[in-house]
């Protein structure tokens, strides 16, 4: 007999398949009325950030390169941009967003037909989350996928959050609100001459939602569904900066040396980079696996995982521990230790 969680997974599945220039320093650049929208639906809120804060967007989100990040006239709004320049929050930086935008993102956002600044802080680390997720379970982050597993929500005049769809509640984690948050914004400008941003950068008061049209080779999300039902992920371990590199939507922080090829020990999936990985890096990729009791592993901590311990067992006439080898454990249906891999300096 299906359990309930099987059931959903499956109509869940079933569903799914079944869709056939910077002007002088003094005074604020305006646009001019005409150019303004007719409703008031913008925010009217200043910028609070300072300079010591532009610092800190630079190096967390990748703007170092051909970016541009400009302190903002106390006049100037969220917005009304300059020509060339974009509006952008610490927050979205602060839970995920780097630049250049990932193209998965950029995809997104240009399907529904808003720009990215518009997206809520948590939506990027939901979203960048579950990118995560489905990489690791190597399905392809096209807008047909995402769409599948999204929802999204207006949260306010020109603003919009993205969460779960349905009843999957399997990325959990994120900060109930952000005060303040649309007074910490910054314009940022690309210093790319052909569609630098990949996407609609205008604001619009509201979202294209309807599904996309089914790929000729639509990947099929029953596994991954299947996996996920009764797991619980923390969306802030998720995106963190080592991920966020080894899964290509950072390009900071991470160190090509030659051709060295790293594999996880611990991953079922044949997870390769070219990269420095960290402790921090491996523990990540360790914990979006199901561990060695067949129970679902959450993120709930970064501290490294402790080896499962031994039983140790009397040895018969000599009251002496004996320890269990491996392949002992093994040939007596031990369980708790990952398969043995290659080292991460080999």
Same mark, same amino acid.
């Given at each position: 007999?299906?359990?309930?969680?099987?059931?959903?997974?499956?109509?869940?599945?079933?569903?799914?398949?079944?869709?056939?220039?910077?002007?002088?320093?003094?005074?604020?650049?305006?646009?001019?009325?005409?150019?303004?929208?007719?409703?008031?639906?913008?925010?009217?809120?200043?910028?609070?950030?300072?300079?010591?804060?532009?610092?800190?967007?630079?190096?967390?989100?990748?703007?170092?390169?051909?970016?541009?990040?400009?302190?903002?006239?106390?006049?100037?709004?969220?917005?009304?941009?300059?020509?060339?320049?974009?509006?952008?929050?610490?927050?979205?930086?602060?839970?995920?967003?780097?630049?250049?935008?990932?193209?998965?993102?950029?995809?997104?956002?240009?399907?529904?037909?808003?720009?990215?600044?518009?997206?809520?802080?948590?939506?990027?680390?939901?979203?960048?989350?579950?990118?995560?997720?489905? =990489? $690791?379970?190597?399905?392809? #982050? +096209?807008?047909?996928? *995402?769409?599948?597993?999204?929802?999204?929500? &207006?949260? @306010?005049?020109?603003?919009?959050?993205?969460?779960?769809?349905?009843?999957?509640?399997?990325?959990?984690?994120?900060?109930?609100?952000?005060?303040?948050?649309?007074?910490?914004?910054?314009?940022?400008?690309?210093?790319?001459?052909?569609?630098?941003?990949?996407?609609?950068?205008?604001?619009?008061?509201?979202?294209?939602?309807?599904?996309?049209?089914?790929?000729?080779?639509?990947?099929?999300?029953?596994?991954?569904?299947?996996?996920?039902?009764?797991? =619980? $992920?923390?969306?802030?371990? #998720? +995106?963190?900066?080592? *991920?966020?590199?080894?899964?290509?939507?950072? &390009?900071? @922080?991470?160190?090509?040396?030659?051709?060295?090829?790293?594999?996880?020990?611990?991953?079922?999936?044949?997870?390769?980079?070219?990269?420095?990985?960290?402790?921090?890096?491996?523990?990540?990729?360790?914990?979006?696996?199901?561990?060695?009791?067949?129970?679902?592993?959450?993120?709930?901590?970064?501290?490294?995982?402790?080896?499962?311990?031994?039983?140790?067992?009397?040895?018969?006439?000599?009251?002496?521990?004996?320890?269990?080898?491996?392949?002992?454990?093994?040939?007596?249906?031990?369980?708790?230790?990952?398969?043995?891999?290659?080292?991460?300096?080999?």
């Amino acid at each position: 007999m299906s359990s309930l969680s099987d059931s959903l997974v499956s109509s869940t599945a079933a569903s799914i398949e079944g869709v056939s220039s910077r002007p002088e320093a003094g005074e604020p650049w305006l646009p001019e009325p005409e150019e303004l929208p007719s409703d008031p639906w913008y925010e009217e809120k200043a910028s609070n950030l300072k300079i010591s804060d532009i610092v800190t967007i630079k190096e967390k989100g990748g703007t170092m390169g051909k970016f541009e990040v400009v302190l903002l006239h106390p006049d100037e709004r969220a917005h009304r941009p300059p020509p060339g320049f974009h509006t952008f929050y610490m927050n979205q930086i602060e839970m995920g967003l780097r630049f250049p935008i990932p193209r998965f993102i950029a995809a997104l956002c240009h399907y529904i037909k808003i720009s990215p600044s518009q997206l809520a802080p948590n939506s990027y680390s939901f979203l960048i989350a579950l990118t995560v997720l489905l =990489s $690791y379970h190597q399905i392809p #982050l +096209i807008s047909y996928v *995402l769409m599948q597993l999204v929802q999204i929500k &207006r949260l @306010g005049p020109g603003k919009f959050y993205i969460s779960h769809k349905g009843d999957h509640t399997f990325i959990k984690g994120n900060p109930s609100f952000h005060k303040g948050w649309m007074s910490r914004f910054i314009y940022i400008k690309c210093d790319v001459k052909r569609d630098p941003w990949k996407c609609e950068m205008s604001w619009r008061d509201n979202v294209f939602t309807l599904t996309p049209r089914t790929p000729d080779q639509a990947p099929s999300l029953t596994s991954f569904l299947e996996a996920m039902c009764g797991k =619980s $992920y923390n969306a802030p371990e #998720l +995106i963190n900066e080592d *991920l966020l590199c080894f899964f290509k939507f950072s &390009r900071k @922080g991470v160190e090509l040396v030659g051709d060295l090829g790293i594999a996880v020990p611990v991953l079922t999936l044949p997870l390769c980079a070219r990269a420095c990985v960290s402790p921090e890096l491996t523990f990540s990729l360790f914990l979006l696996q199901t561990n060695a009791w067949g129970k679902p592993r959450c993120c709930s901590s970064w501290r490294k995982p402790r080896r499962p311990q031994r039983p140790p067992r009397r040895h018969r006439g000599k009251g002496r521990p004996l320890a269990l080898s491996r392949k002992s454990l093994g040939a007596r249906g031990g369980r708790g230790l990952p398969p043995r891999g290659p080292s991460l300096s080999e």
